[in-house]
């Protein structure tokens, strides 16, 4: 089938809309904020052999839509295809879109080519059995420590309420200068009996220590009136030009108690981001309930966190798996094989799954290489 559908190819696609019901996911191009979704032959849907889609329910979709194209994508015997229409109104008062004469199929998702990165995992023992090629989720650093500073400055209820349920961290309100001082450094704040750590809480620079504090009397005022725990600031700090306007949503986990705690804790920061992001922001899978390709959302020398949207999920809790490793050096790519065991699964029920695993048996000298790599400090 080619990548457009026309003539009796585009024919059978009508028909076949006639006959079954189908759900569509309909996008507005003027605002991918607002995602609606129904299902042909049901609630007021129904679509006419001429291919057109009438509305009869006034509730399925807002007036407002009257005059806008949208785009719309559906699954024909599993395969994803979308087209682009009017949103007009018949003389009865019906909402009508009309199937063009070209329908699109839906792209698979390409892999990062050209970053000279590829992860590959192994579903059987010792590298053997299928293999799996993993790529780069977008506006995912694969060596980024302060992963907090990748979450939206003023994160809706959605992601907060994943922050609170997968990491135990709540919104709360903390002294001015305090947060003046999150902001400008972009570190996060690790606070035990209202004190901060006199050197590296983190085996990275990403807490505010003693040493950033030295003489500011107020703002040690100010964390002795904080309960213990790990604070973090969503979005970049001041220096990246940003004006923030002390608006930016400070969270704090409550008896994070250790670097181990917070080590554990800095993984589930972008798995939380990614359960909450639009759909928009995610391709649906070219074919549906196919496995699809893996994204690597973090790497650490602990720990990784692979996820994908749609289709059936490959990986298992508590099994192990094998990893490949090519990482870009300049002009060259280091391998590294390691093994690694899922610890947890994530789901957000609109088909987005995250697995957190951590690293097994990794050598000392590729510890060395993605330790420095993540922290760019001498690994001790």
């Given amino acids: 089938m080619n990548d457009v559908l026309s003539g009796i190819e585009r024919d059978l696609v009508v028909s076949y ?3 079954c019901n189908v759900p569509f996911t309909l996008i507005p191009n003027q605002s991918t904020d607002r995602i609606f979704s129904f299902t042909t032959g049901q609630g007021g849907v129904r679509i ?22 949208v785009h719309l994508r559906f699954y ?22 009309v199937v063009p004469r070209e329908i699109l199929r839906i792209a698979d998702t390409e892999e990062n ?35 907090w500073r990748l979450l939206p400055e003023n ?23 305090i947060q003046e ?4 450094t972009g570190k996060a704040l690790f606070v035990t009996a209202g004190w901060v750590q006199p050197g590296m809480v983190l085996p990275f620079d990403g807490c505010i220590t003693s040493r950033d504090v030295v003489g500011e009397l107020e703002l040690l005022d100010g964390l002795a009136q904080l309960k213990s725990g790990f604070y973090f600031a969503c ?95 300049k002009t060259l790519r280091r391998s590294i094989t390691v093994d690694c065991t899922v610890a947890s699964i994530f789901e957000s029920g609109d088909g987005r799954t995250c697995a957190l695993c951590r690293l097994e048996n990794l050598k000392t000298e590729d510890q060395r290489f993605l330790f420095e790599s993540l922290n760019n400090s001498r690994y001790l």
């Fill in 17 to 19: 809309l006639c006959d």
């Fill in 113 to 147: 080519a050209g970053t000279g990165f590829s992860c590959n995992v192994f579903l059987g023992e010792a590298f053997s059995g299928q293999r799996l090629s993993c790529s780069l989720r977008e506006g995912y650093p694969l060596f980024m420590p302060w992963v």
């Fill in 235 to 329: 979005g970049r700090p001041e220096e990246d030009g940003k004006n923030h306007d002390n608006q930016v949503q400070v969270f704090c986990v409550e008896g994070a108690a250790s670097s181990d705690d917070l080590l554990k804790l800095l993984p589930l920061l972008p798995v939380c981001r990614y359960l909450s992001e639009s759909k928009e922001n995610t391709p649906p899978p070219a074919l549906l309930d196919r496995m699809q390709p893996l994204e690597l959302l973090y790497l650490s020398s602990t720990d990784i966190v692979f996820a994908t949207w749609g289709g059936n999920f490959p990986l298992q809790q508590e099994v192990g798996y094998s990893l490949l490793l090519q990482i870009p050096l």
């Fill in 181 to 184: 001082k999150m902001l400008s």
């Fill in 155 to 177: 994160p809706d209820s959605q992601l907060t309420g994943r922050l609170r349920g997968i990491c135990g961290a709540v919104p709360v309100e903390i002294p001015s200068m």
């Fill in 76 to 97: 024909f015997k599993k395969l994803g295809l979308s087209f682009s229409s009017l949103v007009s109104c018949t003389k009865s008062g019906a909402i009508a879109l």
């Fill in 48 to 69: 006419l052999p001429e291919g057109i889609i009438l509305f009869t329910d006034s509730s399925v979709l807002p007036q407002d839509l009257i005059g806008q194209q």
